[in-house]
Each structure stands twice: as structure tokens, then as C-alpha cells.
Nanobody, 122 residues
């Protein structure tokens, strides 16, 4: 059974930084697509970033240059470093995993974490 546990969310002021972690069990991050999505109430879940098994990285235009996705295969953990945070980055952030397919489409991911809240005040 796949389990993804996010941590690292919190409240920061605009311009600040946070680092989200996603600890995986039941699936190795070295051989699967790992993604980060975010969601605000009343909106669809939005793609943020993904990393492939070969460490190829993919980003939403809205966060390019500010967020970095990475992974530690030994720790079986994926990270999302978020710098220069803006108020519009406020959302619940979810970690997800997929075996193949479209990195950007939430429907392609088959396992999800419980989410961690990020709140950015301006």
C-alpha cells in the first residue's frame, strides 16, 4: 500500500521561503513520477511541479524560477523548495505519485498524500 506523508507547511510572509517534504512508503521515488499539486477551496487541483525517475523536472509557469523540486532516493523523500513566496501561493499542497503518463494532469496520479497548508501573508 502506497503512503505519502507531507510536512513542512506553515505561515510565512510574502518573500519568505518554505520547504515541503513528502515521505513515501510502499513505492520508491527512484522509479516513479512524483508530483506536487495545490488546491484552494472552490478550485480544481493545480499542477505545481513534478520529477521523473531520471530526475527530469517539470514546473508550472506560475512558479518557475521560485520553486525547485528534488528527491532523495535513499530517504525515499521528495522535496519542494519554495522561495520568494507570494500571497497567491496560499493553498493546500499535495504530494502525488504516478507510474507513467502526463506529468501535468492530476488524473494521471494514483496515490495522494493528505496535504499540507501553506499560507502566505502580504
Amino acid at each position: 500500500q502506497v503512503q505519502l506523508v507531507e510536512s513542512g507547511g506553515g505561515s510565512v510572509q510574502a518573500g519568505g521561503s518554505l520547504r515541503l517534504s513528502c515521505a513515501a512508503s510502499g513505492r520508491t521515488v527512484s522509479t516513479y513520477i512524483m508530483g506536487w499539486f495545490r488546491q484552494i477551496p472552490g478550485k480544481e487541483r493545480e499542477f505545481v511541479a513534478a520529477i521523473s525517475w531520471l530526475r527530469g523536472t517539470y514546473y508550472a509557469d506560475s512558479i518557475k524560477g521560485r520553486f525547485t523540486i528534488s528527491k532523495d532516493n535513499v530517504a525515499n523523500t521528495v522535496y519542494l523548495q519554495m522561495n520568494n513566496l507570494k500571497a497567491e501561493d496560499t493553498a493546500v499542497y499535495y504530494c502525488a505519485t504516478a507510474s507513467s503518463g502526463n506529468y501535468y494532469n492530476a488524473r494521471n496520479y494514483d496515490s495522494w498524500g493528505q496535504g499540507t497548508q501553506v499560507t502566505v501573508s502580504s
